[in-house]
C-alpha cells in the first residue's frame, strides 16, 4: 500500500494511493498514518480490505497538500557515510560500524514544502536518501533479518545538511543537520510487502534541473536490515520511529571548488524507484 497524510501542516488527514493512481480517504478508518496504525496488523488489514472491495471515498487531490506520511514520529536515527561512493568522494574510510546522529522530528516537512535555508548558512548541501519506518519494536535483535521484520514501510527523505555547522563549528554533527525544514518526507510511506528487496532501488536527485545524485541502495555499506539489527543493540525501535539509511555519492561537498552548495531561489527535485518524488524551493530563513 501507499499511505499518505494530504492537508495543511499540522490538519493532515489519512490517505491512500489506489493502484489505479486514484486518492482515496481513510478518515472513516483510521484517525491517522503514524506508530500506532503501523503496529496494529488489525487495522493494515482492514485497510488493505476495504481498498480491494472499492469501499474508500475518493478525495479530490487538485490543490491539495501532501503533508509528511508519517504523524507523531518518535525519533529520526540516521546513518553515515553509508554508500561506498559517498565515503570515497568525501575522501574518508568506510566505516567499520555504522555513523550514527540524530535529527528532531520537528525537522520533517511534507515532500514538496518549502525548505530555509538557515541565517548565515554557506554550506546548504542536499542528500536523497531511503527512510526506513519502523513498524514493530526493536530491541536487542540477533540477525538482520530480524531487523527487516520490523520495518513497516519505505519512504524517500532529503537530510538536508549545513557543512560548515556540521564539520567547522566544533561538536558532534548535530548543529549541521536539526535547522528547521532538514527533512522532507514522503510523499508516500510504502509497505514493506510492496519493496521486496531494499538492496535494490534506485535514487536520484537534481538541483535546477542538473542530474547531481544518481545512485543505488546496492552500494550501501551496511544494509537495511544489518542497519536496523545494529540501532537496537544501543537503543529501542519504537513503531514511528524513522531511520534515515545514507546518501550515495554526488552531494555538494563532494564537488571540486567552488563547491555548488544550494541558495535561496534553487529548486531540488529527488526521487527513489517505486517510492515516489520530491519537489522543494528553496528560500532564506
Known sequence: MKLLRVGTAGAERPALLDADGT??????LVPDIDGALLADDAALDRIRAAAGAGELPVLDGTGLRIGPPLGRIGKIVCIGLNYHDHARETGAEPPSEPVVFLKAPDTVVGPDDTVLVP??????DWEVELAVVIGRT???????????????????????????FQ?????????????????????WLVTADEVPDPQALGLKLWVNGELKQDGTTADQI????????????FMTLHPGDVVNTGTPAGVAMGHPEPKPYLRAGDVVEL???????????LKDA
Not at 486518492?23 to 472513516?28: F, K, N, Q, Y
Not at 541565517?119 to 546548504?124: A, D, F, L, N, Q
Not at 535483535?141 to 545538511?161: F, N, P, W
Open 23 to 28: 486518492l482515496r480517504d481513510l478518515s472513516d
Open 167 to 187: 564539520i567547522e563549528r566544533g561538536g558532534t554533527w548535530d548543529k549541521g543537520k536539526n535547522c528547521e525544514t532538514f527533512n522532507p518526507l514522503g510523499p
Open 119 to 124: 541565517r548565515g548558512s554557506r554550506k546548504t
Open 138 to 164: 526493536a530491541r536487542y535483535l540477533e540477525s538482520a533479518e530480524e531487523g527487516l521484520a520490523c520495518v513497516a514501510g519505505y519512504a524517500v527523505a532529503h537530510d538536508v545538511s549545513e557543512r560548515e
Open 271 to 281: 526521487e527513489i524507484d517505486g517510492l515516489g518524488r520530491q519537489r522543494q524551493e
Open 222 to 233: 551496511f544494509p537495511v536490515g544489518e542497519v536496523v539489527r545494529y540501532l537496537s543493540r
